[in-house]
């Protein structure tokens, strides 16, 4: 693609998180033997004018596997619910460029992004709503969005690197109006350690030496799961979601003999649960 057809994008920090998650998709989408089937988001990266090695260096080959295998859990709990009400909404909640409708749409569901405006504005420019899928300019905190998802045919909601940007207050209250507006529904969410979070915020992560990692106040270790239960009492199973097994050593070996050992799983740099809503 010519530089004059490229996409401009500047984002303030939490929001080129985006960025970095779509960059190392996208690698992991051109390897011989890859784990995620995902030309979208190599079309994406292809289409922005943004340095993305000089800002992140080049990409890991163990994170963009990790972050893809996160990514396919989060496929997965999205296709088991579809597989159930197949007319059903899936509200993404942050999902900033994520490309999983192009992965998992069955024709038939519809989609709802809330986006920053910062954020929605580009996603529309590369990816322009349709009847199905559009996006609200607001805050995932400003709970109108909630009016705007149809609930007839069932509601899963997904927040893919979005809680661990919110303070624990914030987590609790989001959590709390989703379970009372969604009865019936779920939320499939993400975490980060307590260690992860704690070093975020005192400017430890630098994945890249040009790029350090935003604070992320919000840190839940694997043996804490059942807090989220406490958020309301129509919270009623909350439960870790494996990845898929990856290649290699370390995904295709180790990393699924770490959840069988409590000593160890808080180690992981992050965490896929579903929260299930009576």
């Given at each position: 693609?010519?530089?004059?057809?490229?996409?401009?994008?500047?984002?303030?920090?939490?929001?080129?998180?985006?960025?970095w998650?779509?960059?190392?998709?996208?690698?992991?989408?051109?390897?011989?033997r890859t784990v995620l089937?995902?030309?979208?988001?190599?079309?994406?990266?292809?289409?922005?004018?943004?340095?993305?090695?000089?800002t992140?260096?080049r990409?890991?080959?163990?994170?963009?596997?990790?972050?893809?295998?996160?990514?396919?859990?989060?496929?997965?709990?999205?296709?088991?619910?579809?597989?159930?009400?197949?007319?059903?909404t899936?509200?993404?909640?942050?999902?900033?460029?994520?490309?999983?409708?192009?992965?998992?749409?069955?024709?038939?569901?519809?989609?709802?992004?809330?986006?920053?405006?910062?954020?929605?504005?580009?996603?529309?420019?590369?990816?322009?709503?349709?009847?199905?899928?559009?996006?609200?300019?607001?805050?995932?905190l400003?709970?109108s969005?909630?009016?705007?998802?149809?609930?007839?045919?069932?509601?899963?909601?997904?927040?893919?690197?979005?809680?661990?940007?919110?303070?624990p207050?914030?987590?609790?209250?989001?959590?709390?109006?989703?379970?009372?507006?969604?009865?019936?529904?779920?939320?499939?969410?993400?975490?980060?350690?307590r260690?992860?979070?704690?070093?975020?915020?005192?400017?430890?992560?630098?994945?890249?030496?040009?790029?350090?990692?935003?604070?992320?106040?919000?840190?839940?270790?694997?043996?804490?799961l059942?807090?989220?239960?406490?958020?309301h009492?129509?919270?009623?199973?909350?439960?870790?979601?494996?990845?898929?097994?990856?290649?290699?050593?370390?995904?295709?070996?180790?990393?699924?003999?770490?959840?069988?050992?409590?000593?160890?799983?808080?180690?992981?740099?992050?965490?896929?649960?579903?929260?299930?809503?009576?």
């Open positions: 693609m010519a530089d004059q057809d490229k996409v401009p994008v500047r984002l303030s920090r939490v929001p080129e998180t985006l960025l998650n779509l960059y190392h998709r996208a690698h992991e989408a051109r390897q011989p089937h995902d030309p979208k988001a190599i079309e994406l990266v292809d289409r922005l004018d943004y340095p993305f090695e000089k992140f260096g990409p890991h080959p163990l994170l963009a596997q990790g972050q893809a295998l996160r990514v396919r859990t989060f496929d997965a709990a999205v296709q088991a619910f579809l597989a159930d009400h197949p007319a059903g899936v509200v993404n909640l942050a999902e900033g460029l994520e490309t999983q409708f192009w992965r998992v749409d069955n024709g038939r569901a519809h989609w709802l992004g809330v986006e920053l405006p910062e954020t929605a504005e580009l996603r529309r420019t590369l990816l322009p709503d349709t009847k199905r899928r559009r996006v609200l300019a607001q805050s995932v400003d709970l969005w909630m009016d705007e998802v149809d609930t007839e045919h069932g509601v899963l909601i997904t927040a893919q690197g979005l809680l661990m940007y919110l303070r207050r914030e987590v609790r209250e989001l959590i709390n109006a989703c379970a009372e507006r969604f009865r019936g529904g779920a939320l499939v969410f993400d975490a980060v350690p260690w992860l979070s704690v070093g975020t915020q005192r400017g430890e992560n630098r994945p890249a030496p040009n790029y350090r990692m935003p604070g992320m106040p919000w840190g839940l270790n694997a043996g804490e059942r807090k989220v239960r406490t958020a009492p129509a919270v009623v199973d909350v439960r870790e979601l494996h990845l898929p097994r990856g290649r290699g050593p370390y995904f295709g070996a180790l990393t699924p003999v770490l959840y069988r050992l409590p000593v160890v799983r808080n180690l992981r740099p992050t965490m896929t649960a579903i929260a299930r809503f009576a």
